[in-house]
Structure formats: structure tokens, C-alpha cells
């Protein structure tokens, strides 16, 4: 027999501790299927481990381990759950094949066989395991590619992402790494609120996450703003602080746009319109631009608000020199209840250290702030 078409032939595995029935089997089988056997429930486990088979032919009454243990071993390992089992046995009552297909074999033959019989249940069972394989495979291969495609989506959000929020970078020659600075605030005092009861059903691993990515988009209304007064290097007066405030609505509208084009509902958006538009309200209701009030603020703007305020008073400003921590820490307490979400702050304190460490990670260099000055007003005199 050639060694292709060998290949292609079902193996076919006989347990039985009889010689002759084996002898038997063998015969039958091995003109159309290529055929192993065993002579103990043992040792059909370990042929069936040993390489692939397509079908087992299984007696029940072995010495030391009977045919339903074999069985259920076979049935309880990922490895051989799927072999099809055939009993095959000169036990013939009712109850003996319902406790076999109990164990889980899919057909039950008494002996003595008759080889037609025998022949015609082991190509039908095959065939069924075909059909079963391909199917298992076309569904593995659908969920590969569900998850590649997923992650493309994924890949192509985080970096349409970096993009936009370069280009609002590129506008405020302040900002460093503001945003990457607040997205990892807003990440850690989540996952803190989270390990609350209270906070647990709201700040989920996954909306975690779609906050953590909706942060950079916090301020990307001031694409919007006039360079007289988004780059103006002292204070605001009243009538440009009116204008200034307006990015939130600007960043909230242009969110809301993109997502009424897409034409579905994506969460991702959903949380940066939140935050775009309430991340400069305030707990007592003073805040911007439309003067919620406490829990009215959703959650994620509450959030945003702290990590904001905090990275402005530890950054180093064209107007100021960084504010040491303690005294930031210091400010955020005394907004408490008033200018931001208290059990916030009190989370916010708990943090303090690994807030810090952002801070120190993500610090702006002298060349980091050199380069944006001499973007926006030309090269450093000497």
C-alpha cells in the first residue's frame, strides 16, 4: 500500500485483552483503515496519547481497569474528547449500553459482530468526526481572525488617537507630556476606586481601559481656539477666558460628529465626549461649561478634573516654575468638596506616591520645553 494513501486513512484503535478478538478486528479493519491496538485500558491510554486516532473500538470487561473507566478517562482529557468510542462487548442488556453511552461513547455493538454492521457504524461515526473537525477548525479559524481583526481595530484607534492628539500637542506649546502624564493618573485612580464595592459595577477592567484611552482626547477642543489666545503667554482677560472655555464644547462636538458619521454607538467615544465636555466642572457646581453639580458630573469628567489640575500644578509652565507634590497634594485637599468629588481626593491621597512616579517618569526635559518654545517663537537666544 503506498505511503500517501496511507496518510489518508483514518487510524482506527482496537481495545480488547483478547488475542483472538483482536486477531480478529484487525482483519476487518486494516483493508480500509490503518489499525493500532491495545490489550489493557492502560495501554489504550497510552496510544491514544501517543499520537492521533480517529476512532476507538472499546471492550468493556478488561482486567484492572474496565472499558467505562477507559471511557470516561478518554472523555475527561482535552487531548482524546473528541475520539469517537465505539463499545464493543458481549455485555448485551439495556442498562449495560445506557451506562456505556452514559460514559460517553456515541455507539454501543454486541458481540458476536457481524462485520458489515461493525463496518457501516465505524464509517458513519467517522464521517460524523469529520464533519465535527472542520467544523471545530472553521470556527477556531473565524475567532483567529475575529481577534486579529479586533486587534487591527484596536491598533488603528490607538494610533489615530496619538495622531489627533499630536496634532492638539503641536497647538499648546505647554502641554509636554501632559497628556500621557494625566491618561496614566486617570488609569491609576480608577483601577483604585474600583477595588471599592461601591465603584466596582461602574469602573470595570474594561471601562478602565476605555478611560485610560479616551484621556488624551481630554483638551482637544483647543484645536479650536484662536492662537492669540491659546498661545498667549500671560493672563486671559475675561473676554479670552469666555473663548478659552469653549474647548470643551468644541472637543465634545467634534467627538460627537465622528461618532454620528460612523453611524454606531462605540463606548470608546462615548467616554471621550464625557470627559472633552465636564473635565473643567466642579463638585460645588462653579465649574464649566455647563455648571453641573456633584454626581451630575459623570464620573469620568470627576476623574479627569483631578488628574488635570494636579499635572498643572507639578508642571513646569511658560509662567511658572513646577509646584513641589506636597503642595499640590496640599491644593487638592482644600478643593475637596468644593472644586472636586471628595471620596476622589481621598483616593487621589492614597496614590500620592505612585502619582509621583508618574510625574518623575513622564517629567519634561529642558530639551522637551527648548523645542516647543522655538516651535512656536523661534530659537532660544544664546
Known sequence: MAEEEMQHKATILVVDDTPDNLTLMVELLRDRYR???????ERALKVAHSAPVDLILLDIMMPEMDG????RRLKGDAATENVP????TARSTVEDEQRGLEAGAVDYITKPISPPIVLARVRTHLALKAAADYLRDKSAFLEAEVQKRTAELVAIQDTTIQIVTSLAESRDPETGNHIRRTQHYVQALAEKLSEDARWAAELTPQKISTMYKSAPLHDIGKVGIPDSILLKPGKLTREEFEVMKRHTLIGHEAIARAEQQLGIHVEFLETAKEIALSHHEKWDGTGYPR?????EIPLAGRIMALADVYDALVSRRVYKEPMPHEKAIAILIEG???HFDAELVDAFVELQERMRGIVERYRDTETDLAAKLEMFAGPLPA
Open 35 to 41: 489499525v493500532k491496538v491495545a490489550n489493557s485500558g
Open 68 to 71: 467505562y473507566e477507559v471511557c
Open 85 to 88: 468510542v465505539i463499545f464493543l
Open 291 to 295: 455648571g453641573l453639580k456633584g454626581r
Open 336 to 338: 475637596r468638596g468644593t
